[in-house]
């Protein structure tokens, strides 16, 4: 970076700080605490508990871990999650998340504030991700594996839940308004600068309101080779609205509406990969009631209804005279309901607790793409899926052991094909606390998968030089997941030092997929392509079960926490094979251990934090896919906090400092080289 650069970079800097710019929360005189396992998670039993206590792989982020390290995308934060990856391309702001190996068509459940996001559009790319600002995140809820199989069909893969700023976020006790303003300034391969302004009142003592506003402006970014990745600039502006309601004791009803709108282009402009630009517009929709009194033990009722959409607009703007300006158009709607009860109590000295649901969706796509095959590659179509569970959790002495039985089912339709399937999945999970500090668990757990419309209902030809055909097959079966897993959980106090915490989460499991779905094609002719004439007649492509898919790994993660100092590792070993063929399955990223530490000073009002992330190669794919190889990197970030007053704080990070040139697992372009971001933060209320 040139020291013009750098002037022009530090009174930008100094505008953003003057606006009083950046992402702060309202409790912000809590210095940031990397134990992060001991924050609350309900996402793998539907009720609130510690993740250290979790018997699952558990991982949650917060706030304070968005606004330490101020992303730009929500995978920089997910992805530090052991067995999680997430594929994101530069000329793209969507984000697919894989966990242990599973991705795509909803075989890890994303929501946002319960709703589910369900967009997919299939091409080169993931099929399966959603768009979301991280500037109104306020918890990142993950669980891994079909262990998490009440929260709601399909998730053989796992469960992550996005939560959005509430009211509460930015109001204190005994205030009536409040107002958080929020920016960041970045510099380096990447230039540019993003933001949000967030105001909440609380008119009354059982009515509370927030609404925020947040943009962002980045310019295309160069990799660690000064190589500038075409399409990686980003604009988007989004919207947040929530209303809470409490009109009796233990009474909650929250409504919420989120708004997004990106632009960008893509494209390289030749005749098979025609630029476009992209106009995509979200919406999320949720209104949650909750019931939840401590005196009444047999009533905690949690009851969603949502609607989401993904609205996609292409325009041409490469090609012949004729073909410029051609649209298309790939638009998505979900409504879905989630409904759950708890009942609590106490059984001889020890206590269980019993949980009853349902949950229900359906997705209605439709696609137009007059001039191409985008709508043949994602058919228009309809799916329900629809679900029930109950589900019982014992805790007697050392002893944990929860129960619980699924049913799912599900109907398509398209064109003139139709599908449907029902089936039961059950779960068993025991515990034990050998000792004070150490909780062993075992667990068999199974999920299950319905087809998706793209999976069953594909159809047409796939454009030149390879003009094979695309073939439906509404005879799919569902995907069933069966996952062992053993898992130790650490939580120690006063370790070595009076305050100090010693929190660890370690886990092995095998997962067994039967009837895994996956793209086959057959060309049992002349190889397509090649200079013969019809070689691509006999061609086509389609989606099969497999028979069995077996997908195998260890996790880990462990933090220690002396206040004055912290320190963590994490890190994950994962195999997946197609035990049909013998080939490994191209959809297992490579191994990555990850290890932090850092410092506080000045009474913990100065933070100063470091990251190291190595990354092995990935090599082990079958012949079809030696093309998406990834070499072996590492990755070094710093980071610096500065709490100036209890409202305003200041940030510093400063990612991939040594300037690496690399390429994640599955993405088609490079990712930015050194980048540094400073942010300013205040709050203000009465």
Known sequence: MSISALRAGV????????????????????????????????????????????????????????????????GTIVNQAPGVSTQENANDPATAINIRGLQDFGRVAVTIDGARQNFQRSGHNANGAFFLDPAFVRAIDITRGPVANIYGSGAIGGVVSFETVDPSDILRPGERIAGELAGTGVFGRQAGWYGSAIGAARPTDTIEALAGFAFRDLNPFRDGGGNRVLDSGQELVSGLGKIVIKPGNGHELKLSGQYQTYDFANGIGTSTAPRRTNDVTTGNFAARYTFNQPGNPWLNVAATAYSTSTDTEQTRISG?????????????????????????????????????????FQDRVRTSDPSGNGDETTPSGRRSVYGGFVQSHLKYSIIDVIGALRYDGYTLDGGSNHSEGQRLSPKITVGATVIPGIQLYGSYAEGYRAPSITETLVDGLHPVPASFVFVPNPNLRPEVGKNLEAGVNIKYDDVFAQGDKLRGKVSVFRNHVRDYIDGVFVDPGAPCGSPVPGACADAFYTYENVSRARLTGVEAELVYDARTWFASLSGAHIRGDNLTNGDPLQSVYPDKIAIGGGMRFLNEKLTLGSRVTFVDEQKRLP???????????????????????????????????????????RDADFSPGFVAKIGFSTRFGS
């Open 623 to 665: 012949a079809s896919a030696v093309a998406t190889a990834s070499s072996a990197y590492t990755l070094v970030d710093l980071y610096g906090t500065y709490q100036f007053t209890q409202d305003s704080k200041a940030f510093l990070t400063l990612e991939n400092v040594g300037d690496v040139r690399y390429k994640r697992f």
């Open 11 to 74: 009174s930008r800097f100094a505008v953003l700080a003057a606006a009083g710019l950046a992402s702060v929360p309202a409790m912000a005189q809590s210095p940031e605490v990397v134990t992060t396992l001991d924050e609350i998670t309900i996402t793998a039993t539907k009720q609130s508990e510690s993740v250290v206590d979790t018997l699952a792989g558990a991982t949650v982020f917060t706030r304070g871990d968005l606004r330490t390290q101020q992303p730009q995308r929500i």
């Open 320 to 360: 012949t005279p004729a073909q410029i300006g051609q649209s298309r158009f790939f638009k998505i709607r979900t409504n879905g309901v989630d409904i759950n009860n708890t009942s609590r109590f106490d059984l001889g000295g020890g206590s269980v607790a019993v949980t009853v649901g349902a949950d229900a």
